[in-house]
């Protein structure tokens, strides 16, 4: 069984900045591309930014510049560097990995974490 868990989120004033962070645990398996979505009340969740194995980024437009995303493959962890953060930015932040078991490869979901930026 592999978990995905996040955490860093919080409360932040605008202009403010936070570091999520995403571990992989469990056992018998590796990650292929890792990524960050959000989703804010009454919206669809979008994606953020994704990193592949190897370390390559994208970024959605609104984010770009303003946020970082990582990886530590011997830690099984993904980050998300947030600067400038702004109210619209205030969301649920959900950690999403291709997780390789096997032959196979699966799709997990971290439980998320709360970012709220005030004004």
């Known amino acids: 069984q592999v978990q995905l868990v996040e955490s860093g989120g919080g409360l932040v004033q605008a202009g403010g900045s936070l570091r999520l962070s995403c571990v992989a645990s469990g056992s018998g398996f590796s990650l292929n591309a890792m990524d960050w979505y959000r989703q804010a009340p009454g919206k669809q969740r979008e994606l953020v930014a994704i990193?592949?194995?190897?370390?390559?980024?994208k970024y959605e437009d609104s984010v770009k510049a303003r946020f970082t995303i990582s990886r530590d493959n011997a830690k099984n962890t993904v980050y998300l560097q947030m600067n400038s953060l702004k109210p619209e930015d205030t969301a649920v932040y959900y950690c999403h990995a291709e997780v390789v078991i096997g032959s196979f490869t699966y799709s997990y979901w971290g439980q998320g974490t709360q970012v709220t930026v005030s004004p």
């Open positions: 990193i592949s194995s190897g370390g390559s980024a």
